[in-house]
């Protein structure tokens, strides 16, 4: 198989996509008026469609469906816990979600193999579910996946890795980081586990370095939303990007303002179209994330499309008074460094001439506290930070601790807090 090869497949989906959708889904016959798949001469063509967006989800629901409601198998209801405005719901077919489960069969022989156990730390209770799907695709390949779901209790999915004697765990960063440094990790012997499937949220480089030094496991990340039907690219055996799921996706790296395409090499925001989705597809979706094609052939001798690392969303991040921007991932990168931590609470207050920045901390719970001052100047070597502080638009507030876990379920991924000083 060669790019050209995939091109072409993808070419041939995607006129069968916009003819399907102009056809069956009432939203797109509307938003595509005017267009066909005579418009599509190469793939690169799609630019010229119009963006599909998350108002677009909400706003319209069920106009996008293709099919009949008795052919829809699993519906998910997406809503971020402070916003009940952003309400919207994503449909599949039974063959949708078998794709799923192929691209996770396949996906996963690389993190794991054929008779060891893995321990998914993601919704699973219900059939359609991530951590259901995650399961079936496992036990394709003689792997046994058990779901524990999201971690509430960091020493119950520690009893749970040494009884079943897991070898893998699938998860949050941050959950997993906490399992990691809990008062009973000790429990789980030497070399148990051998790799870590990330996900759900952003992967900071600082929970995959201390993960591999605490157990001495490969660690591997994935990236993908429910909209794309939960899977979307994965790292390989070298980790050196996320390999895109070209059978069933096609990927477009944006300019967020603009929405004008990037080249391979530039930064931009995440565009995807669903190539083969039956109930629900979706044609040139903003996923708001922040990432790039990365141009160089990776290690491992693929054909596929690699991601480069992804920065989180481009409307989470703030821009703060001295004109730096300021997300979670440069937080992540250099709080989970520090000993101790396995979560934090970000919140930046605008005031009316000066931001103020309050960092809350929770630890392990037998994990020595940081001390005040270090974890200030570890914060100070964020150069937005750095370069706010300097130009005195910016307060680093006390560090607070507490003794509050912020779980997070991955329907909505972490960010900073932004209030104005009024509020």
């Not at 056809?23 to 798949?37: N, T």
């Not at 022989?109 to 219900?126: A, E, S």
Request: hydrophobic fraction near 40%; include cysteine.
């Amino acid at each position: 198989m060669t790019p050209e090869d995939i091109r072409r497949y993808q070419l041939d989906k995607l006129k069968t996509l916009i003819d399907h959708a102009r056809d069956r889904s009432p939203f797109y016959r509307e938003h595509l008026r005017g267009m066909s798949s005579k418009d599509l001469h190469d793939v690169a063509d799609l630019s010229a469609f119009p963006l599909t967006t998350v108002e677009d989800l909400q706003i319209s629901g069920n106009r996008f469906l293709c099919v009949s409601q008795s052919e829809v198998e699993r519906v998910v209801s997406l809503q971020l816990p402070d916003r009940p405005e952003t309400l919207r719901r994503i449909y599949f077919t039974g063959h949708d979600l078998e794709r799923t489960i192929d691209f996770f069969h396949h996906g996963m022989t690389t993190v794991v193999h054929p008779g060891q156990r893995v321990l998914i730390l993601m919704p699973g209770d219900r059939p359609g579910s991530v951590g259901d799907l995650l399961a079936k695709g496992l036990g394709r390949s003689a792997v046994q996946g058990f779901v524990h779901g999201i971690v509430h209790d960091p020493a119950m999915a520690i009893r749970e890795i040494v009884d079943k004697e897991i070898d893998c765990l699938v998860g949050i960063p941050t959950q997993i980081l906490a399992l990691a440094r809990h008062e009973n990790a000790d429990a789980i012997p030497a070399g148990r586990i051998s790799s870590v499937l990330l996900s759900a949220d952003y992967v900071p480089s600082a929970v995959v370095n201390e993960l591999q030094r605490m157990w001495g496991c490969r660690v591997f990340s994935h990236y993908g939303t429910t909209e794309m039907g939960f899977g979307g690219s994965v790292d390989c055996e070298a980790s050196a990007g996320y390999h895109v799921r070209e059978a069933d996706l096609l990927f477009e790296i944006v300019d967020p303002a603009s929405a004008r395409p990037l080249p391979e090499g530039q930064q931009g925001e995440i565009v995807f179209t669903t190539l083969t989705r039956e109930a629900m597809p979706l044609i040139r979706y903003r996923t708001g994330d922040l990432s790039g094609f990365l141009p160089d052939p990776c290690p491992c001798g693929t054909v596929l499309k690699r991601l480069g690392k992804v920065r989180g969303k481009v409307n989470e991040m703030i821009r703060l008074r001295s004109g730096d921007w300021l997300g979670i991932a440069d937080l992540d990168e250099v709080l989970f460094a520090l000993p101790g931590i396995v979560n934090y609470l970000a919140l930046l207050t605008r005031g009316h001439d000066m931001d103020r920045l309050e960092v809350a901390i929770h630890t392990g719970s037998h994990a020595k506290q940081p001390g005040q001052e270090g974890i200030l100047g570890t914060l100070k070597r964020v150069p937005a930070i750095a370069h706010a502080t300097e130009t005195r638009t910016l307060i680093l507030e006390p560090i607070r601790f507490s003794k509050e876990d912020w779980i997070t379920t991955g329907a909505a991924k972490r960010s900073i807090v932004l209030k104005h000083e009024q509020e």
